[in-house]
């Protein structure tokens, strides 16, 4: 059965350094990957998704997450963190067979100035 | 382009009564997908509809259904409701069947059961 395990629920930075959201999966297929975002009070927004192709995935708002199957991770990084970055972060793996979306608990990334 | 809509934004019900929410996709995706965000227990697939059609279902009770209209908007219905069910619901629509398609959220609807 596929799984995805974040390994943070809370993270925090301050403004200007980097940002590092750590998440494993479990899949007995090739899995699909995905990043969202949710701001308070609102839906999910895609930052980027993962299907095979290159292994560095670059998303929207300076993000990028790298897929080490060895590892099994799909870590999200960036480089240089802002304000307007604290939201909840989720990792998602899909696996084509029919199953939907399942997704990881989150991590919620603080910012600090 | 007009993004996932969901209706109403907030809807407060007591224990056995029914909810009704509603979601318009994005225009020109035709799966609708429906997930439960309740506190402690993450986001969880409830539904997933394409072309009018049923495709998938979570691990729900079976008082959780809905449905696809012809021009792909979509209902969840709620019935016998329980306090456990406040939750906030989240549509998601995508451009071509299977859910290795990204998904594009709306902001959900808000269900408190008093």
């Known amino acids: 059965a596929q799984s995805v395990t974040q390994l943070d629920s809370h993270v925090s930075v301050s403004e200007g350094t980097p940002v590092l959201l750590r998440c494993n999966y479990s899949?007995?297929?090739?899995?699909?990957l995905f990043w969202y975002v949710q701001h308070p009070n609102k839906g999910l927004q895609l930052l980027l998704k993962?299907?095979?192709?290159?292994?560095l995935v670059k998303g929207i708002n300076g993000f990028e997450a790298e897929f080490k199957k060895s590892e099994t991770s799909f870590h999200l990084t960036k480089p240089s963190a802002h304000m307007s970055d604290a939201a909840e972060y989720f990792c998602v793996v899909s696996d084509w067979g029919g199953t939907a979306l399942i997704f990881g608990k989150g991590t919620t990334l603080s910012v600090s100035s | 382009e007009a993004g996932v809509t969901q209706s109403p934004t907030h809807l407060i019900k007591t224990r056995g009564q029914q909810a009704t929410l509603r979601c318009s996709p994005i225009?020109?995706?035709?799966?609708v997908y429906w997930y439960q965000q309740a506190l402690g227990l993450g986001l969880q697939f409830l539904l997933w509809?394409?072309?009018?059609?049923?495709?998938n279902r979570g691990n729900f009770p079976p008082r959780f259904s809905g449905r696809q209209f012809p021009n792909y908007s979509s209902e969840l219905n709620v019935n016998a409701l329980e306090l456990e069910d406040s939750a906030l619901y989240l549509c998601?629509?995508?451009?071509?069947?299977?859910?290795?398609?990204?998904?594009?959220f709306g902001d959900g609807t808000r269900l408190s059961i008093l």
């Open positions: 993962y299907t095979s192709a290159a292994t």
């Open positions: 225009s020109g995706h035709t799966s």
């Open positions: 899949s007995s297929y090739s899995p699909s």
């Open positions: 509809y394409d072309e009018g059609e049923e495709r």
């Open positions: 998601a629509s995508s451009s071509r069947e299977g859910p290795n398609q990204p998904q594009h």
